[in-house]
């Protein structure tokens, strides 16, 4: 099983995108990735689930809905998704590229097509139901 580290180490290095979608290194990933514009188009192309979660740590909501997407991304229903962070102050032409306009975004793909959206969110039926959408 690789660690979270050899899994960036495979998303940033010489093996690049394509080796983020080999079944064994996306089962191994556990939680959010830091988003990478190849890895997310690769994912794309690949018809994956994705999930796109635009964070900030200073926010108390974005901090409401992390066991709640961390219990999700455990379930089996949604192991094949594709996790990537934003990270809102760092980000910020990433964020604009998304449309978002604030922390505690979550966008949903199905693909290369967004498929629901949320923001501000911390109820967990609802951020399920965001889930379920891309599946």
Not at 53 to 82: G, M, N, R
Not at 84 to 96: E, G, P
Request: charged share 20%.
């Amino acid at each position: 099983m690789l660690s979270k580290r050899q899994f960036m180490t495979l998303a940033t290095g010489a093996l690049g995108a394509a080796a983020l979608l080999a079944p064994a290194t996306l089962a191994a990933a556990v939680g959010p990735v830091p988003f990478n514009r190849a890895a997310f188009l690769a994912a794309q192309k690949a018809d994956k689930p994705i999930l796109v979660q635009i964070h900030a740590d200073w926010c108390p909501t974005c901090a409401a809905q992390k066991p709640i997407l961390s219990k999700l991304e455990a379930q089996a229903d949604y192991a094949d998704f594709v996790v990537f962070n934003v990270d809102f102050d760092k980000q910020k032409a990433i964020v604009r590229s998304f449309k978002a306009n604030m922390q505690s975004t979550l966008i949903v793909y199905k693909g290369n097509k967004e498929v629901a959206r949320s923001v501000g969110s911390t109820d967990p039926m609802t951020i399920e139901d965001l889930f379920k959408q891309a599946i």
